[in-house]
C-alpha cells in the first residue's frame, strides 16, 4: 500500500502533485476531533453559523479561477465546466447559508400539554466523492451537513483530492473551526472503509459506483447509519418524431460526452422514433463531428480527455473491434488520456454499450416504435437516475415524465442538477435526495418533545 498519491494531468500525463494518504490511525484521530467539535459546532448561534457559511462562499468566489485550474490540471475537466463547477460550491453554500436560521420544528395539537418537533444535527458526518466531479459533489454532502450543525469528514477520490484540499483552506480562511471540516485525502479501502465502519461517524453520504455503494450501505447496516448514495445511472434521451429535431440533435451530444461522458446523468442511450430515426441520425452526425475535443485548459474545448489510462481501457473494451460504430468524432493522438466521442448503431439489445454504465463517450442511437415501447426500453435498466424527453407534445411530456422510473427528468432540456431542486435516483442508482429544500432532512434527526401543561 503506498503512502501518497502520485497525481497525474490527464491531458498531458505529466505528474502534477504528490498527495500523501491518511493512514488509519490518523483517521480515527480525525474522527474523535470532529466528534470533540460537535457540541460547540451545533452550539454556534444560527445567524453565526449562517454567515460562516456565507463567508466560506465568499472565498470560494474569490477562488474560483485557482479552484478551476486545479481542476483542469487534476481532472482534465474544460475550464469552462471547472469555472461552472467552482461556481456551484460557491451558490450551494449560499443555498444552504440560509438554512441554520430555517431549521423549522413543528408544533403538534395534543391533549394536555404542548408537543413541539426539533431537528437535531446527527454528529459527525463522512462523505465520500467519486472522481469524476470532485468539486460539486461533495460540497452536495458538505454544505447541507454543516448548515444543520454537523462536523464533517470529506473524504476525496484518490485520484483527485486537489481541489478538495483547496476547500479546506479556503474553508479555514474563513474562520470554520478547523476540526469541524477537515479532508482525509486517501484509498477509499483505508479512509472510506473506516468512516464506514467508526461507529463515532453518524451518517455516510456516498457517490460512486453501485457496487461499491451496495458495500457501503452493507457496512452502514452494521451500525444502522444513516446513508445517503447517489450511484450509477444508464440513463435515456428520448426523442420523439414530433420533437423540434434540429434542436434535440444538436443538444444530444453534450448530453453525453460533457466531462467525457464521466457523468452518471449522461444520456448514453438515445431512443429515437423509428418514423425520425433516420433524419435524426442525420443530424446528429455533423453535430458529433462538430464537438470540440483538446486541451482542456483552452476557452471554447468541449471534451476533454479520460480520468486515467485505466478508465480509458475500460471504456474501449465497450468499442471491440467490429463494433457497430456509426460514426465517431474526434480526438487529439500523443500524450494524454483521449478517446473520440462515439455513437454505434444499430446495437444488439444485449449489446453492453446499451445495457452497462459506459462511463465515457459513447452512446448508442435504437429506434422504438410507440410511446410505450419507448417507456419500456427506458425502464428495462436497473439503475434510474437521470433522462430526457423531447416532443412538442406536452401532454405527452409529462405522461412520459410521469412513467420514467428516474429521480430526474427534462422535457426539451437535458438539464439535470439544479442546486435547489432534488437530485438522486430511483432503483440501483442511489437512496435518497440531495440539493434542494429537503435535503437538511437527510443531514437532521426529528426529535419529539412533549411538555405537559396540566397541574
Ligand atoms: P467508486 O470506485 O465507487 O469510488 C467512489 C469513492 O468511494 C472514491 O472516493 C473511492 O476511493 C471510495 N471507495 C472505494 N472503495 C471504498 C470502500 N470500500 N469503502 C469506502 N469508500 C470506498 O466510484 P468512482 O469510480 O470513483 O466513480 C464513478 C462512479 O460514480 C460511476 O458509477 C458513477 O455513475 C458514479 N457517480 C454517481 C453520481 C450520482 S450523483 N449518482 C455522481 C457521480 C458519480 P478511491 O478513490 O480511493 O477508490
Redesign the pocket.
Known amino acids: 500500500m503506498s503512502d501518497a498519491a502520485t497525481i497525474v494531468n490527464p491531458a498531458t500525463e505529466a505528474v502534477v502533485d504528490v498527495v500523501p494518504n491518511t493512514p488509519a490511525d490518523e483517521v480515527d484521530a480525525a474522527i474523535a476531533r470532529a466528534r470533540a467539535a460537535a457540541p460547540s459546532w451545533r452550539a454556534v448561534a444560527p445567524a453565526d453559523r449562517a454567515r460562516l457559511l456565507r463567508r466560506f462562499a465568499e472565498a470560494v468566489d474569490g477562488d474560483v479561477e485557482h479552484l478551476a485550474g486545479l481542476e483542469v490540471a487534476n481532472s482534465g475537466h474544460t475550464i469552462g465546466n471547472a469555472r461552472w463547477e467552482a461556481g456551484n460550491v460557491r451558490d450551494v453554500l449560499q443555498y444552504y447559508a440560509a438554512a441554520p436560521e430555517r431549521l423549522f420544528g413543528r408544533q403538534i395539537p395534543v391533549a394536555g400539554g404542548v408537543d413541539i418537533t426539533f431537528r437535531e444535527p446527527i454528529g459527525v458526518v463522512g462523505v ?6 470532485p468539486l460539486p ?1 461533495a460540497s452536495w454532502g458538505f454544505a447541507p451537513a454543516l448548515a444543520a450543525g454537523n462536523t464533517v469528514l470529506v ?5 483527485t483530492p486537489l481541489t478538495a484540499l483547496r476547500l479546506r483552506a479556503l474553508a479555514l480562511d474563513a474562520g470554520i473551526p478547523e476540526d469541524v471540516f477537515q479532508v482525509l485525502p486517501g ?3 483505508v479512509v ?2 473506516r ?2 465502519d467508526h461507529p463515532d461517524v453518524g451518517k455516510i453520504v ?8 451496495t ?2 450501505m452493507a457496512g452502514c447496516a452494521r451500525h444502522v447509519k444513516r446513508v445517503t448514495l ?4 444508464k440513463s435515456a434521451n428520448i426523442v420523439f418524431a414530433d420533437a423540434d429535431l434540429e434542436r434535440a440533435a444538436a443538444a444530444a451530444p453534450m448530453a453525453v460526452f460533457d466531462n467525457a461522458g464521466q457523468d ?1 446523468c449522461a444520456r448514453s442511450r438515445i431512443l429515437v422514433e423509428r418514423s425520425a430515426f433516420d433524419r435524426f441520425m442525420a443530424l446528429l452526425e455533423p453535430a458529433v463531428a462538430g464537438v470540440r475535443v483538446g486541451d482542456p485548459s483552452l476557452d471554447g474545448t468541449e471534451m476533454g480527455p479520460l480520468i486515467s489510462a485505466g478508465h480509458r481501457s475500460s471504456v474501449a473494451a465497450f468499442v471491440p473491434e467490429g463494433a457497430p460504430v456509426a460514426f465517431r468524432g474526434t480526438a487529439p493522438s500523443g500524450p494524454g488520456f483521449w478517446f473520440p466521442p462515439t455513437v454505434l448503431a444499430p446495437v444488439a439489445p444485449d449489446d453492453p454499450a446499451f445495457v452497462e ?1 459506459v ?1 465515457g463517450p459513447v452512446v448508442a442511437v435504437v429506434p422504438f416504435d410507440d410511446e410505450a415501447d419507448a417507456v419500456r426500453l427506458a425502464n428495462d435498466t436497473p439503475y434510474g ?1 437521470s433522462g430526457s424527453i423531447w416532443t412538442s407534445n406536452l401532454g405527452r411530456g409529462l405522461r412520459v415524465a410521469r412513467a420514467v422510473e428516474t429521480g430526474n427528468l427534462s422535457v426539451n432540456s437535458n438539464a439535470s442538477v439544479r442546486y435547489g431542486t432534488p ?1 438522486g ?1 430511483f432503483k440501483r ?2 437512496l435518497g435526495r440531495e440539493l434542494g429544500p429537503d435535503a437538511l432532512d437527510a443531514f437532521t434527526e426529528v426529535k419529539n418533545v412533549f411538555i405537559a401543561t396540566d397541574g
Do not use: H, M, R, Y
Not at 230 to 233: A, D, T
Open positions: 465520500i466523492v467519486p472522481w469524476n466531479f459533489i473524504k476525496p477520490a484518490t485520484l484509498q477509499g479501502s472510506g472503509q468512516l464506514v456516498f457517490t460512486g459506483s453501485t457496487d461499491v455503494g458495500q457501503i447517489e450511484l450509477g445511472g452518471c454504465e462511463f437516475l437530485f435516483g442508482s442511489g
